[in-house]
């Protein structure tokens, strides 16, 4: 496996279903992103995970429950969610150095595309 | 608040030169970003510009002003292949390593 791995692909979930994300980095990376892609509208940066400490929640609901054990995984939790967050999710990994002195290119998994009903 | 804007759709030829313009407003800058995405596919990075000028990396360039908060990607010799959304982003390093997206350009290539 190379790259960012995501978990499932496609997903259907009712309002009162509990599921997860999985996303997999086998970059080495040291941090790890959320970000949410609706159509016609920016990708929403959900959450930063930087050295697996959170740093950035960007005001998101709380029926979405980020985790990071290691450097490597990334999940999101998904409990009542809305019909609103269907979307494609999409994880992202970069090496960060310190003061941030390089371009922070992201490296995106292939997402994965939630419906809820 | 930070906000992105660039064009939604543009469209051209095969073998044509496009110019995707971007212009944001941000908290704190540090650089930007291109990103590509086809359909059903994961944004791919492009370019990277920090200081102001033009980054040149085979068909594609990238331009950055930083005094007027403006910067594009130019897309020359367009192929089919082209043809895909493309997203300006600035990298913000206020509060912790963030890279914050415009809401893409549809590029859309003929023959």
């Known amino acids: 496996e190379t790259g960012v791995t995501q978990t499932p692909r496609h997903l259907v979930m009712g309002m009162t279903n509990k599921k997860s994300l999985k996303c997999e980095q086998h970059l080495g990376h040291n941090a790890m992103y959320w970000y949410k892609q609706s159509a016609k509208k920016p990708l929403e940066l959900m959450f930063v995970?930087?050295?697996?400490?959170?740093?950035e929640n960007n005001s998101v609901p709380s029926r979405f429950s980020p985790e990071c054990p290691n450097s490597s995984h990334l999940f999101l939790h998904l409990h009542t969610l809305q019909p609103e967050d269907s979307a494609l999710y999409l994880c992202?990994?970069?090496?960060?150095?310190?003061?941030?002195?390089?371009?922070?290119?992201?490296?995106f998994g292939e997402g994965s595309r939630l419906t809820v009903l | 608040g930070q906000s992105l804007e660039q064009p939604s759709e543009v469209t051209a030829v095969e073998g044509a030169i496009v110019q995707i313009n971007c212009t944001y407003q941000?908290?704190?800058?540090?650089?930007l970003s291109w990103y590509q995405q086809h359909d059903g596919g994961a944004p791919t990075f492009l370019s990277y510009n920090a200081l102001d000028g033009l980054e040149e990396t085979g068909r594609f360039s990238s331009f950055l002003s930083r005094s007027d908060s403006y910067g594009y990607l130019l897309l020359q010799e367009l192929q089919m292949k082209d043809s895909a959304s493309y997203f300006c982003?600035?990298?913000?390093?206020?509060?912790?390593?963030?890279?914050?997206f415009g809401a893409g350009t549809r590029l859309f290539v003929k023959a």
């Open positions: 941000t908290s704190g800058f540090y650089g």
């Open positions: 992202a990994s970069s090496q960060e150095s310190p003061q941030g002195a390089n371009t922070g290119e992201l490296f």
């Open positions: 982003a600035v990298r913000d390093l206020g509060g912790g390593f963030k890279t914050i």
């Open positions: 995970y930087s050295l697996e400490e959170r740093v």
